[in-house]
């Protein structure tokens, strides 16, 4: 028998290495997800670390890496890889084996396709950051949401947590309650790729980037403040919104590749990080 030395807390981050948590963290990814390849395994190692060093990981709830091609591999949360509904682990809806490729999560609005994260907005979201790298556009008419909820079932008593490349004919957002939402303005459509993501660091401002770029903004004070306690979770591919039944709809056509948010707004620095990270992430898998 050989002998098995633990150092408890110890950080060899200075050595590239990380600490002994980071390290368990990212192997029960791989675990739990199924993921046998060794480049997806050393690409994921390094998307951790990079996420942390950039200071990402610190304010993110979630991070859907969405790889490998089943429904188990692209439901796994990298923040918190237990496969539970207390984790945020993803439960797809209307699911089938087409809807997950090596590309990612196929985003299909006829087949009413979506990922129930489990996760339910805070009370306050006026810190708040919600972000989607779609590499297909969305191909055909009506509004279309790549990742949202409204957090209560009573109008306007939720707040609207949401991005999408087509609602109301353009590019769309929202992260507060009956607020007037962010939008982009002409040149932001249905047809636009990558990292598409949603900022709020106080009640009185909110950005909308794409990739890592500030296309619109709200700078006006809003409530961010839910009436009552939030219920309706995070979906991906679609919107929770409200309503006693067929609630879920906005469902998205595009192909998602990535899916990141968290109750603590970005600084801008990490909103440029971010994007370089998931784009080289991306890159580096091959899509």
């Known amino acids: 028998m050989g002998l098995q ?10 050595n590239g290495y990380g600490n002994i948590s980071d390290a368990l963290i990212i192997q029960n990814f791989i675990i739990n997800s199924g993921i046998t390849d060794g480049t997806l395994k050393s690409e994921i190692s390094k ?20 790889v490998g091609n089943t429904a188990l591999s692209q439901s ?13 682990r993803i439960t797809w ?22 990922g129930d994260t489990h996760y339910v907005t805070p009370l306050d979201v006026s810190s708040f950051f919600i972000g989607a790298f779609n590499s297909t556009s969305e191909n055909a008419t009506g509004d279309h949401l790549l990742i949202a909820a409204n957090a209560n079932a009573t109008a306007g008593n939720g707040a609207i947590v949401a991005i ?17 939402a962010v ?11 990558g990292l598409l993501l949603l900022n709020r660091t106080s009640a009185s401002s909110a950005i909308l980037y ?67 990270i998931v784009t080289t992430f991306n890159s580096a898998i091959g899509r």
């Open 5 to 14: 030395i633990i150092i408890k807390g110890a950080n060899f981050s200075a």
């Open 183 to 193: 939008q982009a303005v002409t040149g932001y459509d249905r047809t636009k790729t």
């Open 210 to 276: 794409d990739s890592g770029v500030n296309i619109a903004q709200d700078l006006v004070a809003r409530d961010c403040l839910a009436v009552g306690t939030p219920t309706r979770p995070l979906l991906i591919g679609a919107f929770s919104d409200t309503g006693a039944s067929n609630y879920i709809k906005n469902h998205t056509d595009a192909t998602l590749n990535f899916v990141i948010f968290g109750k603590v707004g970005l600084t801008n620095t990490e909103i440029t990080q971010l994007n370089t």
């Open 93 to 114: 809806g209307n699911d089938s084996s087409g809807a997950h490729t090596n590309a990612g999560f196929i985003g299909n609005s006829t087949a009413l396709r979506y």
């Open 164 to 180: 999408g490349r087509s609602f109301v004919s353009r590019t769309w957002s929202n992260i507060a309650r009956q607020a007037v």
């Open 47 to 66: 998307l951790y670390y990079s996420l942390k060093t950039a200071g990402v990981l610190a304010k993110a709830d979630a991070i859907y890496p969405l």
């Open 76 to 88: 796994v949360n990298l923040k918190n890889p237990a496969l539970t509904d207390a984790a945020y």
